[in-house]
């Protein structure tokens, strides 16, 4: 079948791990990929995720100190739809190679490029420095005080008044910042900057014109920490805060009678409790979240209730195997799954009949199982090429063909951009829940498209909690009762003048309101429809699934925690700036683009289906695994969840501050020996901060504080708002609210953030009155409870709890 960039070629200069797997998913929908290696080498070559991220690309190096070269290498940019980069801003433009000097040969090239702190930031860094630096090292678990209270600086408002045994509670058994394995700067850039690459490749079929696009590692961890990084007015705010972004909470984690790990979010204890009381478990919808009228509460007080029930729920679970609670609960409808390994996860047959999971035949490793196709349309169902190429292995074969195209020449530029978002003129309908639908389509609403979110009449308890705001910008309120006929009318009229339906929904529930694929096409063959899954296509596709079930079933809880050391002191840890939901969001918005942009040339929608979990298997792909399960030996976290070994690890200094250390260079590693000596540890607590940076600095040791306060200072920095990476507007309930903005950023159809996020039911007048409904029709529909407007329309008689809750 083919490929939705089946015409489209790539050229990928990048190294390190977020322009490398951009490359990576291009190829895998038929995008010809051609990866570009200087002569002296890529210095992260022999990194096990290259066997994944480089798979099916050509590789040929180019000297571009060499005049005949670089001259080839321009001929190849002339012929190329995307160039990726990730050079220290700057070094492009000394080579000839900058975006202003390649585009008046190519108008129409995408030109990404990826830096570490932005493209007006000169310096370069690795992942963990990006980490420290930002203070997403300090957000993996959070503060006892909790997100909110955090950032605006207040104190902990239960301290003293719980007392929760540490090994209920996340990350090591220690004060200070956490490293994760997961490499969380670097993925949020490469979701970032391959949603910003699929915009611009929509937008170029529009306006016949390329464009820059970049991201920055430091907007990677933002992506990251956008749950996390609100700031508000008024936290106090009836329903604004929760005990969920806290370190002080338990989150959900069990150990087993088998000794296995498994993760119940939300815990809910009336499931636990009942289904596990007699000799055997006995679990039954009855007993599911949604029929629990004790089930745990989202406010901050909650954390009270937690404390009380954590231990019980414990000794609970411990009764039974692993394997026992998870069957117990796909029976009860419960999200619950083990936290298990990468090995096991990527030799887990669902996955691999998804083909979220492939099997490779590497050249030098063999057979080896890897992550898949992560995103579908119906007409690009995805294909992995191959293994990675050898170093050089196609330089011939890239030349020759370079020698055969014409001599660049300079092409006089279209008419000058609108500054539109790429998406203008686009309407999406967002029927989605929780975080990972709506999440995308705000990122679609940042693109400029008009995104109605349909909202059920009781909604506004979830819309006016911090978590909620986080994805739901940018969007008109429609609140309507689906199962009133008036309501159901009314949305179908609005699905008519939609390009797009994006929901995160179990998909029975769609067909049962016909509201699927299937029966939608019938009526408006243009419409693209994305359906966003907790799991894989099989039999889990239909259970309840969150972020929390993603990592736990990809190994990200696994290997952040360290738990393959099989210490008793260590624990699975569900990162607070995970990228399951929202990863999968940037994989919803992506595959949207890609059939906008094949709908430009063909008239007809089609389907985009993805899943959490496969977004979750991403951001585990530096791992990869033999058929049978053997691992493939790669770098281990440290239990105590410092770093890696000696030269990649976290140090606290004498001044109780945590220095990273990022030595990844032989000369690197030789400086640190010399300085710190063979009791490394020692010699970092001896010494203060100060005056260890500046003897770091001086021997060229790449190193960042790990800075606890970075957060607190975020939404000061003048310069974050001008770029729009920090965004601030007026809300209803909590006044000013201030929350991460942009990821990306496009030269020539920029992003739009006109909307603070929703208020239920706040746009469903107009929009109805936009559809052709009379004053008369929405006061008679008000009345009937059919819909939800806010404020009421004129004359709408008082209701009183109308839906029972």
């Known amino acids: 079948m083919a490929g939705v960039l089946n015409d489209i070629k790539v050229l990928d200069l990048s190294w390190g791990i977020s322009g490398p797997m951009v490359g990576m998913l291009l190829g895998d929908h038929g995008a010809d990929v051609t990866r570009i290696e200087r002569p002296q080498g890529d210095p992260f070559n022999g990194m096990l995720g290259y066997k994944v991220w480089h798979r099916g690309k050509k590789n040929a190096i180019f000297d571009f100190k060499n005049e005949e070269d670089l001259g080839l290498f321009k001929k190849l940019v002339a012929d190329a739809d995307v160039l990726i980069e990730s050079m220290t801003p700057g070094k492009m433009k000394n080579l000839g190679l900058s975006y202003d000097e390649l585009s008046i040969f190519n108008p129409r090239l995408i030109y990404c490029s990826i830096s570490a702190f932005g493209d007006d930031d000169p310096r370069s860094a690795y992942d963990a420095e990006v980490a420290a630096e930002s203070g997403l090292q300090w957000e993996q678990r959070g503060w006892p005080e909790g997100a909110l209270n955090h950032i605006t600086g207040r104190e902990d408002p239960f301290a003293g008044a719980i007392d929760i045994n540490p090994n209920l509670l996340q990350g090591a058994n220690r004060e200070g910042p956490l490293h994760t394995a997961s490499k969380w700067p670097s993925m949020g850039a490469f979701f970032s900057a391959l949603t910003g690459i699929s915009a611009a490749l929509f937008a170029r079929e529009k306006t016949g014109k390329g464009q820059r696009v970049t991201t920055s590692l430091l907007q990677g961890a933002m992506a990251c920490g956008s749950g996390v990084w609100q700031r508000a007015e008024d936290i106090d705010a009836q329903g604004f805060n929760t005990w969920i972004m806290g370190s002080a909470s338990p989150k959900g984690h069990f150990k087993c009678a088998d000794g296995k790990w498994l993760h119940n979010w939300v815990p809910n204890p009336r499931f636990i409790l009942e289904a596990s009381k007699g000799e055997s478990l006995e679990a039954s919808p009855d007993l599911s979240v949604q029929n629990d009228p004790d089930r745990f509460g989202i406010?901050?007080?909650?954390?009270?209730?937690?404390?009380?029930?954590?231990?019980?729920?414990?000794?609970?679970?411990?009764?039974?195997?692993?394997?026992?609670?998870?069957?117990?609960?796909?029976?009860?409808?419960?999200?619950?799954?083990?936290?298990?390994?990468?090995?096991?996860?990527?030799?887990?047959?669902?996955?691999?009949?998804?083909?979220?999971?492939?099997?490779?035949?590497?050249?030098?490793?063999?057979?080896?199982?890897?992550?898949?196709?992560?995103?579908?349309?119906?007409?690009?169902?995805?294909?992995?090429?191959?293994?990675?190429?050898?170093?050089?292995?196609d330089t011939n074969t890239v030349k020759k063909y370079a020698e055969l195209l014409p001599e660049p020449t300079v092409h006089k530029l279209p008419a000058e951009p609108t500054g539109k978002g790429p998406l203008d003129g686009i309407r999406v309908l967002d029927l989605g829940l929780a975080i990972a639908g709506p999440f995308g389509c705000q990122l679609l609403g940042d693109m400029g498209a008009e995104v109605i979110k349909m909202n059920t009449l009781w909604d506004s308890y979830w819309h006016k909690c911090h978590i909620a705001a986080m994805a739901n910008r940018n969007k008109r309120s429609f609140a309507v009762m689906l199962k009133h006929p008036k309501g159901m009318e009314a949305l179908k009229r609005l699905i008519a003048t939609c390009d797009v339906v994006q929901h995160n929904m179990r998909y029975p529930a769609t067909q049962r309101l016909g509201l699927d694929y299937e029966t939608l096409k019938k009526e408006f063959p243009s419409l693209v429809y994305c359906h966003s899954r907790g799991f894989e296509e099989g039999p889990r596709k239909n259970l309840p699934g969150n972020d929390q079930t993603g990592a736990c079933?990809?190994?990200?809880?696994?290997?952040?925690?360290?738990?393959y050391t099989g210490r008793e002191d260590t624990f699975p840890i569900w990162s607070l700036t995970s990228l399951g939901d929202t990863g999968n969001g940037f994989l919803t918005a992506v595959g949207i683009c890609n059939a906008l942009m094949e709908r430009e040339k063909t008239g007809k929608g089609q389907f985009v289906d993805t899943s959490i979990v496969n977004a979750c298997l991403l951001n585990t792909s530096y791992a990869v695994s033999k058929p049978d399960g053997t691992p493939v030996e790669r770098p281990r976290l440290n239990f105590d969840q410092t770093g890696y070994g000696d030269y990649y690890k976290l140090y606290q200094?004498?001044?109780?501050?945590?220095?990273?250390?990022?030595?990844?260079?032989?000369?690197?590693?030789?400086?640190?020996?010399?300085?710190?000596?063979?009791?490394?540890?020692?010699?970092?607590?001896?010494?203060?901060?100060?005056?260890?940076?500046?003897?770091?600095?001086?021997?060229?040791?790449?190193?960042?504080?790990?800075?606890?306060?970075?957060?607190?200072?975020?939404?000061?920095?003048?310069?974050?708002?001008?770029?729009?990476?920090?965004?601030?507007?007026?809300?209803?309930?909590?006044?000013?609210?201030?929350?991460?903005?942009?990821?990306?950023?496009?030269?020539?159809?920029?992003?739009?953030?006109?909307?603070?996020?929703?208020?239920?039911?706040?746009?469903?007048?107009?929009?109805?009155?936009?559809?052709?409904y009379t004053e008369a029709d929405i006061l008679g529909m008000a009345n009937e409870t059919a819909i939800l407007c806010d404020p009421p329309v004129p004359g709408q008689k008082e209701m009183k709890n109308p839906w029972g809750l």
């Open 553 to 563: 079933l990809s190994g990200i809880q696994h290997e952040d925690g360290a738990l």
């Open 653 to 772: 200094t004498e001044d109780n501050k945590w220095i990273q250390i990022a030595a990844i260079r032989p000369e690197h590693k030789s400086a640190f020996d010399a300085l710190a000596g063979d009791n490394k540890s020692g010699s970092f607590l001896a010494r203060c901060s100060k005056e260890l940076m500046k003897d770091l600095r001086a021997a060229g040791i790449p190193a960042a504080i790990s800075d606890e306060n970075a957060s607190r200072r975020l939404f000061d920095n003048k310069e974050f708002k001008t770029k729009q990476w920090t965004v601030e507007y007026n809300d209803r309930h909590v006044g000013k609210l201030e929350q991460i903005g942009l990821t990306y950023k496009l030269s020539d159809t920029p992003g739009v953030i006109s909307r603070p996020p929703l208020i239920v039911g706040d746009c469903t007048k107009e929009i109805l009155e936009e559809l052709g």
């Open 299 to 393: 406010g901050p007080e909650e954390i009270l209730v937690m404390a009380h029930y954590q231990p019980i729920l414990a000794d609970a679970v411990k009764k039974f195997n692993c394997d026992e609670w998870v069957e117990a609960a796909a029976n009860g409808n419960m999200t619950m799954q083990p936290c298990r390994s990468i090995e096991e996860s990527l030799t887990d047959p669902y996955l691999i009949s998804d083909n979220c999971v492939t099997t490779i035949d590497d050249p030098e490793l063999g057979k080896i199982n890897q992550v898949g196709i992560t995103y579908r349309l119906s007409n690009s169902q995805g294909e992995v090429k191959g293994p990675t190429h050898k170093s050089g292995a």
